[in-house]
Each structure stands twice: as structure tokens, then as C-alpha cells.
């Protein structure tokens, strides 16, 4: 799954370590996020999109959505 995650921290000027803190999660699990190895829980998601004050499917691409020639 593809993610915004390492951009919109980036944005904010914040460490792995801090977002990890805001999300009361370790920054080796924000790490394995950002890096693709581990997709966040559903309750996970909804905080990120709280936190980032965005809908999910803004911060997380499942690869899903065609081209439109479906």
C-alpha cells in the first residue's frame, strides 16, 4: 500500500519519534508505515486522517482504483 505519511510529517517538521508519540504507537511502527512493510490498522488510519485533518484514501493508496476502463 502506498502512503503520503513520510510527506505530511515532513511537512509538519516532525520526527518519526514525535508522529509516533501523537499516535501512541512506537516510531519503528511509523517507520514500517511510511516504508510500506505494515499497513496501519482501521482505528490507526482514522487517527492518521484525524491527526492530518484528511480522509484516508487521501493519506493511503491500495492500488484499487483503475484507470477507469473497468
Do not use: C
Not at 516504508?35 to 487517527?47: E, I, N, Q, R, V
Request: proline share 3%; hydrophobic share 40%.
Amino acid at each position: 500500500m502506498n502512503n503520503k505519511l513520510k510527506v505530511l510529517r515532513a511537512m509538519r517538521n516532525w520526527s518519526q519519534a514525535e508522529l509516533a508519540d501523537r499516535l501512541d504507537v512506537s516510531r519503528q511502527a511509523v517507520n514500517a508505515i511510511e516504508t510500506g512493510k505494515y499497513d496501519p490498522s482501521l482505528p490507526l488510519a482514522f487517527k492518521l486522517a484525524r491527526l492530518f485533518d484528511m480522509k484516508i484514501e487521501d493519506i493511503f493508496d491500495d492500488g484499487s482504483q483503475g484507470n477507469g476502463d473497468d
